[in-house]
C-alpha cells in the first residue's frame, strides 16, 4: 500500500475509514475516484509542505460532498443552514456547494475542528491569507491525477517545486477560463490571486 492511499491513512487515523465509508455512500463512482485522487495528492502536498495531515484528508474526503446536486435542491439545503449568498455569483452550485457542505458537516455534527471546515468552505474559489491546509485542498483538486486540462502537466511540477507559485498559477488559469468563457468571477478569488502576488513579491 502506498502511503497515501485511503487505506494506509485510515491505519493511522482510524476515523477516516468511517468518513470513507460514509461519502461512499453519498456521491458516485466517478465522483468517488476524483476524491480519492484529491485525497491523495493532497497527503503527497501535505508531506512536502507540512500542515495538519488529518485535517487536510479529512478536508479533501469531504470537499465535494454537495457537487453534482440539482442547483434548486443545493440553495434549499443551504438556506435551510443559514447559507447567505451575497450575490447572484454565490447562489452557482459550483461555488456554493463547499460553503453549504461546510455547514452541513458542522451542524451534523461530523466536524466541527474549523481547520477542516474552512479547508471544505474554500476549496473551490479559494480567499486572502488562506492557511496552509485550504491551500493543499485547493491545489489537490486542481492537479490530482484525474485532471486532464492545458497547463496541469506543468502545475503539476510547480508544485513539487513551491506551494504559493503553483497556487498562483492555479488560480490565474482558472480566471483566464472563466473570463473567456463570459462567466462572473468570485471576489475572493481575485482576492487570493492578489494576496499570492504580494507573497511571492516579498
Not at 40 to 66: K, M, P, W
Request: glycine content about 6%.
Amino acid at each position: 500500500m502506498k502511503p497515501c492511499q485511503i487505506e494506509s491513512l485510515s491505519l493511522r487515523f482510524p476515523e477516516l475509514q468511517e468518513d470513507y465509508t460514509f461519502i461512499c455512500g453519498k456521491i458516485k463512482q466517478k465522483r468517488l475516484a476524483h476524491t480519492l485522487g484529491v485525497l491523495e495528492t493532497a497527503c503527497e502536498l501535505s508531506q512536502l509542505y507540512g500542515g495538519n495531515l488529518l485535517a487536510v484528508s479529512r478536508a479533501a474526503i469531504y470537499h465535494d460532498l454537495f457537487k453534482g446536486v440539482q442547483k434548486s435542491e443545493l440553495l434549499e439545503l443551504g438556506r435551510s443552514l443559514g447559507y447567505s449568498a451575497s450575490d447572484s455569483v454565490d447562489e452557482l452550485p459550483e461555488i456554493a456547494h463547499g460553503p453549504i457542505a461546510a455547514l452541513w458537516l458542522d451542524r451534523e455534527g461530523i466536524i466541527s475542528d474549523p481547520v477542516i471546515l474552512d479547508a471544505v468552505r474554500y476549496h473551490t474559489v479559494g480567499r486572502r491569507d488562506m492557511t496552509l491546509e485550504e491551500k493543499i485542498v485547493y491545489l489537490a483538486d486542481a492537479i490530482e491525477p484525474g485532471r486532464d486540462y492545458p497547463g496541469v502537466s506543468a502545475l503539476r511540477m510547480l508544485s513539487k517545486e513551491s506551494l504559493d507559485k503553483a497556487l498562483l498559477m492555479s488560480v490565474s488559469q482558472t480566471l483566464a477560463f472563466i473570463l473567456e468563457s463570459g462567466s462572473p468571477i468570485h471576489f475572493q478569488s481575485v482576492e487570493m490571486r492578489n494576496a499570492l502576488l504580494l507573497t511571492l513579491e516579498k
